[in-house]
């Protein structure tokens, strides 16, 4: 049986986006060809901007591999072009002799940029901002230094000279008007926007109409209309881009700035649709993703003869991706004909501006704060009458209550309809939805699943806090009621009652007798099941490295390059002259690249190859350091201040507390990492009330703190007691700390275990229970006392060298 | 999709006690970098040992079932089928695996 074939020329964002969509609604209805000329498979157009600041590689921005097409069996001409249309008798010609037949054709050529006509475009030197190449062309140049200058104050020219200039060279934008961006920005953004860029060090020159690029061959530099000439080593012309439509036209179809389509993206033939930048729909072509993705959406329900769709343009937002610099732009931005209301705070650097008419919004413009931006979007697009807000409205959604500039919270009040992902439409609703449905826990899971931040990225804090808020949230639900991982349908608390009820004592005996559903488990439970048999059998368990994350496995952070890491520990923070020493003797005898104060007062020792960790353990081992467990669920750093023997407030001996604490804590593990801190004083010097442990001094001796945290959720501790000598501390930091071990779950730290137990169980176990509290306190030493082997020494005695390097080397 | 193979050369990468069970191990032949894994039911997985995300050491991950998590950004890797487990989206090349009087030997195509 043959299928219809659908052709579609152009492998871009759109073509990507609707082809994904089409298989997805009817992924056997077509035999598929695609066009693509660029020598890549599809890939994310608009992180080109980071490519080109160096901030990702070319490879991170690909979204397909060539499997991917052969998996689906599209017929995906890589690096062809195709020259020719051939309606009559329904053939495509393409670049490299071929020709193929259509039943159904799809135009998504996308835009080219535009080149001034001017003395000297064609010399070395001159590029473009569109493409792959042009990238590599731009950073090949940077790779030289020198200057470049960039022609053009819109968006692609800003992004590229901000990247230009991370890359090192000299830059200057050449802009013919007296305001950047004046599409999108009004005089004060654009001027803020200028005075920001400045301050990076980028130049402007307004007010320029360019007239000729100089040089032999190779660009040497560019002249102005005003007689005015500057130096130039790379000149890259961002003067707009011009829809692609010289098939459509030489084919006959009907083209105006773009190729005319209409509410179905159909062209004027009925077997020919256009789609994305080359199109021209209701006199409108278009120029970024979020509208260009509606229309795939729409064509795709089309070629899957659903024909339920249908689009009626859009109204679009812009932002700037140039990392540090917050700019949100929508609608009427100027303000002509409606009334405009502004707030602007210099010194903050914010400045928000609505245009509103007829009580709706119908412009916006943020600088320096758009967390706002999408809530005042959907507003504009929705048309709600504002007049109940408008007191307030400037102010932004949540800012009425006392959230603050605390993004969660901000985002805890955003409605379900909110958008969040603008590029690809996705609100708030399918984002909880999608956390809480299947479980997602990591940004890139959220990207995988609901495509939210996974093109331009400007929308990815906004994603990381709406976990935090729905992940947050998770602590309030009934106890017990979410298995630990889909590989049981059991919970933390009943696996861990049912391991000391039956005795369990290995990894298998619980999953066989729990009846797990998959033969060894996955990364999250089998490293639970390890802490949780260590915890309940000190004595008899043996560790099962097999089940330990690679950072606790090699006792050492890996890093984004596959090195580690290596922090010794440096209780309370105090160092000596001989062991500042030892680590610089250490750290040049392994060249290590980078060497970091932390800020848990320490040193951190990054970039060592895993090959040399037993040589660098054992050195430092004989220095008289032990690991500090930087890369474990266990307890890092005490944090202490100066304290009552040097500082002029100090009450107590903070310094000396804070090693007494550490010497009895170190190495201990625990369900997630602990800090603890101590300060000599209420003013806190050692941030010990957003530590999981805190102590800090008072006349009277010491108030103890616990529950705080200082990461992606930022809580303070609650006072749990005040007591009057050190030793009392040292007991309640060992019973605190074995009540978590045994009662936590795996993965949560104190701030989450206290929140979901309550401070008053805690007061009840470890206060007004002092038997209770001396038992937990007793059980922890216990297991101090095995724990206390310091990791470090053991494996550069114990294991051999052999294990940290690759098994075998062997020639080609 | 993969070119045809004509020969394979076995080469020898250690012993089978070096490499205990759901464990991997990094091997270099030339400038290849190749991940040895042995499962939790004892069979050998090779594969190139640079996750299809951004490259992370494969061979470092936990080991479950016949799957590997990179232990960067926990894509979970296919090691029989060389491919990320979806959604994530994917692939690393596989190589063939034997063991030869308690030696393991990692085979290597070679193209006429
Ligand atoms: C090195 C250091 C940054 C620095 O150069 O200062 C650091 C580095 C890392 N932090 Fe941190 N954190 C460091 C202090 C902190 C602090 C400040 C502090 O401890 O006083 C915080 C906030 C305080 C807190 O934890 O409450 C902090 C909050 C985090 C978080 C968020 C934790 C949370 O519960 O929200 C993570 C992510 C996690 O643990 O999952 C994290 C994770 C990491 C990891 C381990 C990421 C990773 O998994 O690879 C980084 C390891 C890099 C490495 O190899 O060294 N780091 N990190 C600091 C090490 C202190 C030390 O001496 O051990
Ligand atoms: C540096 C940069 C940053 C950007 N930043 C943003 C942003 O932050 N937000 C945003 O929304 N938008 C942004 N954009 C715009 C966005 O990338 C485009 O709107 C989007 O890529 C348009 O998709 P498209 O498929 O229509 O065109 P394209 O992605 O350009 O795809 C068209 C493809 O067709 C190919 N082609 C053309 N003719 C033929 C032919 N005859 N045969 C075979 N192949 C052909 C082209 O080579 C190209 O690969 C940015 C663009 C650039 C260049
Ligand atoms: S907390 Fe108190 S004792 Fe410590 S440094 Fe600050 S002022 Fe001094
Ligand atoms: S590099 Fe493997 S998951 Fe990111």
Known sequence: ?812 | MTAAVLAIRWVAVGRLEALPPRRGRAVRVGDRRIALFRTGDDRLFAVEDRCPHRGGPLSEGIVHGHCVTCPLHDWVIDLAEGRAVPPDEGRVRTYPVRVVDGRIEIGLGTAP
């Open chain 1, 1 to 812: 049986m043959s299928r219809p074939r659908l052709v579609v020329i152009g492998n871009g964002m759109v073509a990507d986006r609707l082809l994904e969509e089409l298989l997805r609604l009817a992924p056997d209805l077509y035999d598929i060809v695609l066009f693509g000329e660029e020598p890549w498979p599809a890939y994310n157009r608009i992180l080109l901007s980071p490519v080109l600041a160096g901030e990702q590689e070319i490879t991170e921005i690909l979204t397909r591999d060539d499997a991917w097409y052969a998996e689906r069996g599209i017929d995906f001409r890589k690096g062809v072009r195709a020259t020719r249309i051939d309606r009559a008798r329904r053939l495509v010609h393409g670049a490299d002799g071929s020709v193929v037949p259509y039943d159904r054709l799809v135009l998504a050529t996308g835009s080219r940029p535009v080149v001034l006509p001017i003395p000297g475009r064609d010399l070395e030197g001159v590029v473009t901002f569109r493409d792959i190449a042009d990238v590599e062309r731009m950073r090949a140049a940077a790779a030289r230094g020198g200057r470049a200058v960039v022609i053009g104050g819109g968006l692609l020219g800003l992004e590229a000279a901000a990247g230009l200039q991370r890359l090192g060279m000299e830059v200057t934008v050449v802009h013919l008007l007296d305001r950047l961006m004046e599409q999108q920005l009004d005089d004060i953004a654009a001027r803020m926007l200028r005075e920001d860029l400045e301050g990076r060090g980028l130049r402007f020159l307004m007010e320029r109409r360019t007239r000729a690029i100089l040089g032999e061959r190779r660009v040497e530099g560019v002249a102005f209309e005003d007689g005015e000439t500057i130096p130039a080593d790379l000149v890259v012309m961002a003067v707009g881009i011009r829809p692609e439509t010289t098939l459509a036209r030489e084919a006959g179809l009907h083209c105006e700035r773009g190729i005319v389509v209409s509410d179905t993206l159909q062209t004027y033939d009925p077997r020919i649709w256009a789609v994305g930048e080359c199109c021209q729909h209701r006199g409108r072509c278009y120029g970024l993703v979020a509208p260009l993705f509606e229309q795939a959406r729409v064509l795709a329900n089309q070629l899957a003869e659903l024909a339920t769709l249908r689009y009626e343009g859009s109204v679009t937002a812009t932002k700037l991706k140039v990392t540090g610099i917050d700019l949100f732009s929508a609608g009427d931005h100027l303000g002509r004909d409606g009334e405009p209301l502004v707030l602007h705070d210099p010194g903050a650097g914010v400045y928000r501006k609505l245009v509103l008419k007829d009580d709706r919004i119908i412009g916006i413009v943020l600088y320096g704060d758009t967390v706002d931006g999408s809530w005042y979007f959907q507003l504009m697009q929705d048309g709600t009458d504002v007049s109940s807000l408008r007191e307030t409205l400037l102010f932004g959604q949540v800012r009425l209550g006392d959230s603050g500039h605390d993004p969660v919270a901000r985002v805890a009040g955003l409605p379900d309809d909110a958008e969040i992902c603008g590029c690809n439409g996705v609100c708030k609703g399918t984002i909880v939805r999608a956390i809480t449905e299947k479980g997602l826990f990591t940004l890139d899971e959220v990207r995988a699943h609901t495509k939210a931040s996974a093109s331009c990225g400007s929308c990815t804090g906004l994603v990381e806090a709406l976990l935090a808020h729905v992940m947050g949230g998770h602590y309030e639900r009934p106890r017990g009621e979410r298995p630990l991982c889909p590989c049981t349908d059991y919970d933390q608390d009943t696996i861990r009652r049912t391991i000391v009820r039956e005795g369990l004592k290995s990894i298998p005996e619980v999953m066989h007798f729990l009846e797990w559903k998959t033969p060894d488990g996955c990364r999250v439970c089998r490293p639970a099941l390890n802490f949780f048999l260590m915890v309940a059998w000190p004595e008899e368990y043996r560790d099962d490295p097999a089940s330990r994350f690679v950072n606790e496995r090699v006792h050492a952070n890996i890093q984004k390059d596959g090195t580690y890491s290596v922090v010794p520990r440096i209780f309370g923070g105090v160092t000596t002259p001989a062991q500042l020493r030892a680590l610089a003797e250490v750290a040049e005898r392994y060249r290590v690249p980078t060497v970091k104060i932390t800020g848990g007062q320490r040193i951190d020792l990054l970039g060592v190859r895993k090959e040399d960790l037993p040589h660098i353990w054992r050195d430092l081992t004989a220095a008289g350091f032990v690991s500090g467990h930087a890369y474990g669920k266990a307890v890092r750093t005490v944090k202490t201040c100066v304290g009552s023997e040097w500082c002029r407030f100090g009450v107590q001996d903070s310094t000396s507390l804070g090693i007494a604490l550490e010497k009895l804590c170190w190495g201990a593990w625990t369900p997630a990492k602990v800090k603890m801190g101590v300060s000599g004083c209420p003013r806190n010097c050692a941030e010990a009330t957003i530590k999981d442990f805190g102590a800090v001094a008072v006349e009277s001796g010491w108030e103890i703190h616990v529950g705080g945290n200082g990461g992606v959720k930022v809580r303070t501790t609650e006072l749990l007691t005040k007591v009057a000598t050190a030793e009392e501390v040292l007991e309640y930091a060992a019973a605190f700390l074995q009540l978590y071990r045994e009662e936590g779950r795996y993965g949560e730290r104190t701030a989450f275990w206290i929140e979901r137990i309550g401070l008053d169980e805690l007061k009840r176990r470890l206060v007004e229970d002092p038997e209770g509290r001396r038992a937990l306190a007793a059980r922890f030493r216990e297991a101090q006392a095995r724990a206390q082997r310091d990791p470090w020494r053991e494996l550069a005695e114990r294991a051999p060298a052999e294990e940290f390097r690759a098994l075998a080397e062997v020639p080609a």
